[in-house]
């Protein structure tokens, strides 16, 4: 199994541009994930989607859109990106309750220019 | 709603000597408390998690945590470290019965010099 995995691994934008990043998920898990990490800040939550066909907003949305495309694949998409969207963004998957472990893919790390 | 603090943003400590890393959390109901390490360029991993049961739990290469109910507390602890511990290490919460997204600390940079 390969557990959570995201693409691209690296990419370097231009602000306005956009980009979808992509995640894929083999553990038949219902909830998935999109984080943003910077350094002292922690990991701060963008969307979830708690079962295939429902997206919600985490807690800095802003900029930012998904899809859950299936239950295996949630997608975060900028539109128009802004250099305060430079981060690494890690996709996450879970069974969906609250004793359940979160598995994390590699990340993405994202610089925009 | 719950919190998370990680006491110390970084904790350098030299190899073979033990190690605390500080979490304290904020809930009015009950918790379920997990410990993720990510090291260098990788994602999060779970270290150990405290469902219910003993208050002391362990994982597999000699860290342990306590969970302390009257202190809110959720301390990670080794008696050596290893270099190869040198990572980042998160402190999460989530509430029993309520929302099952889990809400995390700021994390803890724990450098082991030789």
């Known amino acids: 199994n390969a557990g959570v995995t995201q693409t691209p691994k690296f990419q370097v934008l231009k602000t306005g541009q956009s980009m979808t990043l992509q995640c894929a998920q083999d553990?038949?898990?219902?909830?998935m994930y999109w984080y943003r990490q910077d350094p002292g800040m922690g990991l701060r939550l963008i969307y979830y989607?708690?079962?295939?066909?429902?997206?919600d907003k985490g807690e800095v949305p802003n900029g930012y859109n998904v899809s859950r495309l299936n239950k295996r694949e949630f997608s975060l998409r900028l539109e128009s990106a802004a250099p305060s969207q430079t981060s690494v963004y890690f996709c996450?998957?879970?069974?969906?309750?609250?004793?359940?472990?979160?598995?994390f893919g590699p990340g993405t790390r994202l610089l925009v220019l | 709603a719950q919190s998370v603090t990680q006491l110390d943003s970084q904790v350098p400590v030299f190899e073979e000597a033990p190690v605390e890393l500080r979490c304290n959390y904020s809930?009015?109901?009950?918790?379920?408390l997990f410990w993720y390490v990510q090291y260098p360029n990788q994602g999060l991993q779970l270290l150990l998690k405290?469902?219910?049961?003993?208050?002391l739990v362990e994982s597999i290469n000699g860290f342990e945590a306590e969970f302390n109910k009257s202190q809110t507390s959720f301390h990670l602890r080794k008696p050596s470290v290893h270099i190869s511990d040198t990572a980042e290490y998160f402190c999460?919460?989530?509430?029993?019965?309520?929302?099952?997204?889990?809400?995390f600390g700021r994390g803890t940079s724990l450098i082991v010099h030789p």
């Open positions: 553990m038949n898990h219902n909830s």
């Open positions: 809930s009015s109901v009950s918790v379920y």
């Open positions: 996450a998957s879970s069974d969906g309750t609250s004793q359940e472990t979160q598995y």
């Open positions: 999460a919460v989530s509430v029993s019965g309520g929302s099952y997204i889990p809400t």
């Open positions: 989607s708690a079962s295939e066909g429902t997206t």
């Open positions: 405290y469902l219910s049961g003993s208050t």
